[in-house]
Nanobody, 124 residues
């Protein structure tokens, strides 16, 4: 099982980025997937999660209304559309999958495979 995250970069405050996470090694349409992020000097935190069917979605409060998580099961890919970016969104963003469950969840320990991370930097 491999997860490849990409799409990060440097953007000005108010701008947008779209992160993608491509999964390989297994069919992921039954599994929950999520995005977490880790800012310098801080703990990794939950950003967004989506159930295997895409019907259940969770966001952390700080990104609600600005970020949208989605998935394309035919492509084994999950996306994170990030709009109205703020400097406090600066972090390494990680995608994760739980191959044991379809249920979306917010805790990092409930995901058993992780991507390598992609850097998002938002300048003020």
């Amino acid at each position: 099982v491999q997860l490849q995250a990409f799409g990060g970069g440097l953007v000005q405050a108010g701008g947008s980025l779209r992160l993608s996470c491509a999964a390989s090694g297994r069919t992921f349409n039954l599994y929950a997937m999520a995005w977490f992020r880790q800012a310098p000097g801080k703990e990794r935190e939950f950003a967004a999660a989506i159930s295997g069917s895409g019907g259940i979605i969770y966001y952390t409060d700080s990104v609600k209304g600005r970020f949208t998580i989605s998935r394309d099961n035919a492509k084994n890919t999950v996306y994170l559309q990030m709009n109205s970016l703020k400097p406090e969104d600066t972090a390494v963003y990680y995608c994760a999958v739980d191959t044991r469950s379809i249920a979306a969840k917010r805790q990092a320990f409930e995901y058993n495979y992780w991507g390598q991370g992609t850097q998002v930097t938002v300048s003020s």
